[in-house]
């Protein structure tokens, strides 16, 4: 079976790299032709355009920055996909695209399975990624193989469901962020060690992920450029339309994008996204260095 990969940006590429080390026959495609060496250096051939990995492939996956990305490489990519292909979507997408798209294939025999990921590139290099799934029984079926590749299902029902989880799982992430920035530089003002502090949380009703993943990223003070403030920011975009559309006030939510907002017009929009914490280290004239072997995720050895 030949994959075809459309997207080897920070997740897509060591998804793909995963893909193709478990012995797949692969065909990747980026618009950034460096990111296809390292695929390419691993025995997957390089398509000279969406609708050629597309043409060529009985798996389609994307991996895309967001929506209108999405949508357009699936204008060229959709109608190039063979009769019995499969599409899977791993982008944090709108559900409104996904499901158009899928429409507009199903006509020509092409079935879908929306699958967003999460679990940061380090999750993304050894296999341990969390996925979103929503599509019917016989399309999920086919893309459980590949998906025991890169980590754990959430099966979220029918086409459609994947994406708003995805979105909820997202909200409460980037509301962590912020407010864990908050909690450390509130602790250690107070007179607390930090390194106290963090393990506070850590052993309390504070715990999280975002605390325990994403601390180091402040600590060590890179504040994690695999993910920037601009996908952040499409991201709670993203979820605030969804719950305009649902009448759901997310007042938290609308904070946090306030919040990631300031830090964009602070840092720019390619900035980290726990530059969301540097603001408030800059306002109160300090800082969350903390000493210790904190690993960049991306350079987190692969599984």
Not at 232 to 255: I, R, V, Y
């Amino acid at each position: 079976m030949t994959i075809g990969f459309i997207g080897l940006g920070t997740m897509g590429g060591a998804m793909a790299l995963r893909l193709r080390r478990a012995g797949y026959p692969l065909l990747v495609c980026d618009r950034d032709a460096a990111k296809t060496e390292p695929l390419r250096a691993a025995g997957a051939r390089v398509a000279a355009s969406p609708a050629d990995c597309a043409a060529g492939a009985e798996v389609l996956i994307t991996s895309l920055p967001g929506p209108p990305q999405c949508e357009a490489v699936m204008a060229t990519a959709g109608p190039a996909l063979q009769p019995g292909a499969l599409w899977i979507d791993t982008t944090t997408n709108r559900r409104a695209l996904v499901l158009s798209v899928a429409g507009e294939l199903a006509k020509r025999g092409v079935a879908t399975v929306e699958a967003p990921v999460t679990g940061a590139v380090d999750g993304a290099r050894q296999g341990r990624l969390t996925l979103f799934v929503g599509g019917d029984d016989k399309a999920v079926a086919r893309a459980e193989p590949l998906f025991a590749h890169l980590g754990r299902v959430i099966r979220c029902g029918a086409l459609g469901g994947g994406n708003p989880v995805k979105l909820v799982t997202n909200l409460l992430w980037f509301v962590h962020a912020a407010v864990l920035g908050e909690g450390l530089l509130l602790g250690k003002l107070a007179g607390v060690e930090l390194g106290t502090v963090w393990q506070a949380i850590k052993d309390s009703v504070g715990d999280s992920f975002v605390a325990r993943h994403d601390a180091p990223s402040i600590f060590a003070g890179h504040y994690d450029p695999s993910f920037s403030l601009d996908l952040c920011l499409k991201d709670l975009g993203l979820t605030l339309e969804l719950a305009g559309e649902l009448g759901l006030p997310l007042p938290l939510g609308q904070a946090a994008e306030a919040r990631y907002a300031a830090a964009k017009a602070q840092y720019g929009g390619g900035a980290g996204e726990l530059h969301v914490a540097r603001l408030l280290e800059d306002a109160a004239g300090s800082d969350l260095r903390l000493a210790g072997d904190w690993t960049p995720h991306w350079e987190v050895p692969a599984a």
